[in-house]
């Protein structure tokens, strides 16, 4: 059973945008943070943004402050990445995770619910 299902990936041109969608069993929209991790070929599993149940409240690393943002529709259980200004080095499999709060440090020991990931390719 996936209880997380992603979408969105694909390959996109340096400087795009993609907008990547999560959706969740009732139970893990209801209770459980949302986040967004990615991996490189022969990288860690990076944390990138979380949000809380609220719907409202969200968290980024530093790392793509300012050009990802997350949100979540509570009525949907569904967490979105929109992400903007792409380049190569976005390339990666993309991963929505969930648990229970507190939703940081937004890491993956934090998370114990995972998706199968999507692919985003950026090429130059």
């Known amino acids: 059973v996936q209880h997380l299902v992603e979408s969105g990936g694909g390959s996109v041109q340096a400087g795009g945008s993609l907008r990547l969608s999560c959706k969740a069993d009732i139970y893990i929209g209801r209770y459980y943070c949302m986040a967004w991790f990615r991996q490189a070929p022969g990288n860690e599993r990076e944390g990138l943004a979380a949000a809380y149940t609220d719907g409202v409240t969200t968290y980024y690393t530093d790392s793509v402050k300012g050009r990802f943002t997350i949100s979540r529709d509570t009525a949907k259980d569904t967490v979105y990445l929109q992400m903007n200004s792409l380049t190569p080095e976005d390339t990666a499999m993309y991963y929505c995770a969930?648990?229970?709060?507190?939703?940081?440090?937004?890491?993956?020991?934090?998370?114990?619910?995972?998706?199968?990931?999507?692919?985003?390719?950026?090429?130059?």
């Open 98 to 124: 969930a648990n229970y709060p507190p939703c940081t440090p937004i890491t993956a020991a934090q998370y114990n619910t995972w998706g199968q990931g999507t692919q985003v390719t950026v090429s130059s």
